[in-house]
């Protein structure tokens, strides 16, 4: 491939067959012959020396005028924190303003990926403590504020050792990683609210006995069945670590640091939440929940509920109907598409992107 020709609106590709040292020999390449005379290209063209034909250009549009630009794309190396490298980069663009970069050309971010992402984590974060007062605030009006306290120090414990786990496994705070700790943060309080209701149960039923006592047994109880629903729970997760192609590092964290925090949480639940229970409640034999007049009210709220609806064969028959038929009903919005389903999420940039289809051959200016 020697180079190109553009002329009447055609880019033409130029191939030398022979080893070529300079411009005669340029000159002197054959193209055809002509009433038994060979034509060479220095018969119907001109060699010269030039720059290389541009195959590639940048333009900024503004106010309906197309200025030259350049385009310069600066990546983080694997480790560095993509927030830390878009600000200094910014400010050191910053200071060479004026020095290196003349005053006379305007300089423009488009893309500032370190921004996107500080927005997105900074948004995961916030969902990830509204889940947690959430749950601190559900647990004090079912069972009590002792209870919600204990589980408002239970979660970011276990929060806390998910992501030192998270480290020694080699996987950074990202969008994905933060994803998995507020999609397991549901479920790893699970643990928790399981231990603590069986030993407020317990206490309340045997008023007579020392707290720790009973708060072991309750335990122990409730071990088994705990350990079950981690395990299974992990069970599921795991299978997504082996995913092969693109998509298997890129969910790598999701099952890792969920399957970390379910782990933690059955260890915090069985030891660390008994203990903070009886440092909150206290180990007298009287007092605590009975001296505060405690309720069950997540208990009476269901009985309220479902007294009516299991009253008689045909008032439970229509409730299963119900729910059949909502179901049904439920998955049908995949086949209409009323929902949006989807794996990844869609990266939202204010820009358009035009894509033109040319003839083979047409130049770069057209």
Known sequence: MVGAVREAGRHLPVVGGQTL???????????????????????????????ET????????????????????????AGANAVLVAEETLARLEQIKGRLIPPTVDVTVTRNYGETASDKADELLF?????????????????GWREGVVVALVVPTTIL?????????????????????????????DDAIVVVENIVRHWLADKTRDRAEVAVEAVAEVGNPTIIATLTIIAALLPMM??????????????????SAMMFSFFVAVIITPWL?????????????????????LGDLYRRLARPLLQGRSRSKKLLAGVTIATMLSLTMFGFKAVTVKLLPFDNK???QVVVDLPEGAPLED
């Open 21 to 51: 040292t300079g411009i005669p020999d340029i000159g002197n390449l054959l193209l055809l012959a002509h009433d038994g005379r060979p034509v060479y290209v220095k018969d119907v063209a001109r060699v010269v020396v030039d720059g």
């Open 54 to 77: 541009l195959d590639a250009r940048a333009w900024h549009i503004e106010a309906g005028k197309a200025v030259p630009s350049v385009s310069l794309a600066i990546a983080k190396r």
């Open 127 to 143: 969902h990830l403590a509204l889940a947690t007062l959430s749950i601190v605030v559900l647990i004090t009006w079912a069972l």
């Open 161 to 189: 050792l998910t992501l030192f786990a998270s480290y020694l496994l080699g996987y950074t705070i990202n969008r994905v990683s933060l994803f998995a700790l507020i999609f397991s943060i549901g479920i790893l309080v």
């Open 242 to 259: 082996f995913v092969s192609g693109l998509m298997g590092p890129y969910m790598s964290p999701i099952p890792a640091n969920a399957s």
């Open 277 to 297: 229970l009886l440092k909150v409640a206290g180990r007298s034999k009287t007092g605590g929940h009975a001296a505060h007049g405690h309720r069950d009210r």
């Open 350 to 352: 204010s820009e358009v």
